[in-house]
């Protein structure tokens, strides 16, 4: 986030009128002031609805934003959300659904200038997110929680993007899949398997070669790590996006962004050009989240190790609530561990590990690690 400051010459004049004039113009500074502050934020704004169930919203759920930890939106009873972000930084929405409905990230957007519309929540619920993974044999967790990352998108026509209201508008596009695309990733890690395209009944299915008119194709197990995802049409452009993987992680680059139609002549939208942040510093954690209790005391622990002198912070959180926190400390490149006594209240359950990383240049990573309270 940028700064730039302009100064204006103007000639003297010695009456009292210009006098009064130049007071008055110099207490309104402050204000001024106040003005091009607020330039350096956008708002993001769209509407949370389940996969399968467009009509159905999720109040009481949180948008987030994952570079930003402080951030967060409430969804409204119409599905909508509003959050206030940085300009000129990335920007990773993702969304803490009602229980039934599982935490889904967006793509990772570049902020530039302009107001971010209709970037909507594709949100998967439990059913069938557990059908997908038996349907396409992904690991799962003790959790049921994927093991790696699943990385999806739709090949949308433009008309999706055309609509400037949900509903009516967004909604009534359907199906919205730009049929015949295909789609690759950079890099290719590990055992990531895909792209696999759905047919036209909603339904991955690896024998299909390109996109149907439901758009949708997703990859899986994939590992952590930043991912560019380029498109391609025989009869039409389409736009990029840039996904960001950790383990257990959904990202879904839900329409009308994600894999869009571009009109004759246009160029991708300036905010899904990001680069991947340079976050060399960040560090890797060693396995997983683990809990150690102590009488009635539940202390959660996460090793990992820093290229850099870093500022580390360990949360852990379900949902909204905070179930406990560590000091922001400063530490040396090396292994280290953090570690955050549970609240004696809080009840059992599954809960998220949130290590926060900030180097000296200000690059800041958060790495989260699923973990399950116990009694």
């Keep these: 986030m940028s700064t730039s400051i302009v100064r204006l010459r103007r000639p003297l004049v010695s009456s009292l009128t210009a006098l009064a004039l130049?007071?008055?113009?110099?207490?309104?500074?402050?204000?001024?002031?106040?003005?091009?502050?607020?330039?350096d934020t956008v708002h993001i704004r769209g509407v949370a609805y389940a996969f399968f169930g467009i009509d159905d919203h999720?109040?009481?759920?949180?948008?987030?934003?994952?570079?930003?930890?402080?951030?967060?939106?409430?969804?409204?009873?119409?599905?909508?959300?509003?959050?206030?972000v940085p300009?000129?930084?990335?920007?990773?929405?993702?969304?803490?659904?009602?229980?039934?409905?599982?935490?889904?990230?967006?793509?990772?957007f570049h902020t530039s200038g302009q107001d971010l519309e209709a970037v909507h929540f594709q949100v998967t619920p439990?059913?069938?997110?557990?059908?997908?993974?038996?349907?396409?044999?992904?690991?799962?967790?003790?959790?049921?929680?994927?093991?790696?990352?699943?990385?999806?998108?739709?090949?949308?026509?433009?008309?999706?993007?055309?609509?400037?209201?949900?509903?009516?508008?967004?909604?009534?596009?359907?199906?919205h899949g730009l049929a015949g695309s295909t789609a690759t990733m950079d890099p290719v890690e590990g055992n990531t398997r895909g792209p696999i395209y759905f047919?036209?009944?909603?339904?991955?299915?690896?024998?299909?070669?390109?996109?149907?008119?439901?758009?949708?194709?997703?990859?899986?197990?994939?590992?952590?790590?930043?991912?560019?995802?380029?498109p391609s049409n025989p009869g039409a452009g389409v736009a990029p996006?840039?996904?960001?993987?950790?383990?257990?992680?959904?990202?879904?680059?839900?329409?009308?962004?994600?894999?869009?139609?571009?009109k004759p002549g246009e160029?991708?939208?300036?905010?899904?050009?990001?680069?991947?942040?340079d976050d060399s510093v960040a560090g890797r954690v060693r396995g997983e989240a683990r809990v150690r209790v102590r009488g009635d005391r539940r202390t959660v622990r996460v090793r990992f190790r820093t290229d850099e002198p870093v500022t580390a912070r360990l949360r852990v959180l379900r949902g909204d609530?905070?179930?406990?926190?560590?000091?922001?400390?400063?530490?040396?490149?090396?292994?280290?561990?953090l570690q955050v006594r549970i609240r004696r209240s809080t009840s059992a359950g599954p809960a998220v590990a949130r290590l926060r990383l900030r180097d000296e240049a200000g690059n800041r990573r958060a790495i989260e690690r699923a973990v399950v309270i116990p009694r």
């Design 22 to 39: 130049v007071l008055t113009a110099v207490a309104f500074l402050p204000a001024a002031a106040s003005a091009g502050g607020a330039d």
């Design 58 to 84: 999720m109040p009481g759920a949180i948008v987030r934003i994952e570079e930003f930890p402080e951030l967060a939106a409430p969804v409204q009873p119409d599905g909508s959300y509003d959050i206030e």
């Design 87 to 108: 300009d000129d930084a990335n920007v990773t929405p993702y969304i803490d659904p009602p229980p039934g409905y599982r935490t889904t990230y967006l793509q990772t």
């Design 126 to 175: 439990d059913l069938y997110y557990s059908a997908f993974a038996g349907l396409l044999s992904v690991p799962l967790d003790d959790q049921q929680t994927i093991k790696e990352c699943v990385i999806v998108s739709t090949f949308s026509i433009h008309e999706a993007r055309d609509a400037t209201t949900f509903d009516p508008g967004f909604k009534d596009v359907y199906p």
């Design 199 to 230: 047919n036209s009944s909603v339904i991955p299915d690896p024998a299909e070669t390109s996109s149907s008119v439901d758009g949708g194709v997703l990859w899986v197990e994939v590992p952590p790590g930043w991912y560019r995802m380029t």
């Design 241 to 262: 996006f840039l996904a960001h993987c950790e383990n257990g992680r959904l990202v879904n680059a839900s329409p009308p962004w994600g894999f869009y139609e571009l």
């Design 267 to 277: 160029e991708p939208d300036p905010a899904v050009l990001a680069d991947p942040p």
């Design 321 to 337: 609530e905070r179930l406990g926190s560590s000091a922001d400390v400063s530490l040396r490149a090396g292994s280290h561990r």
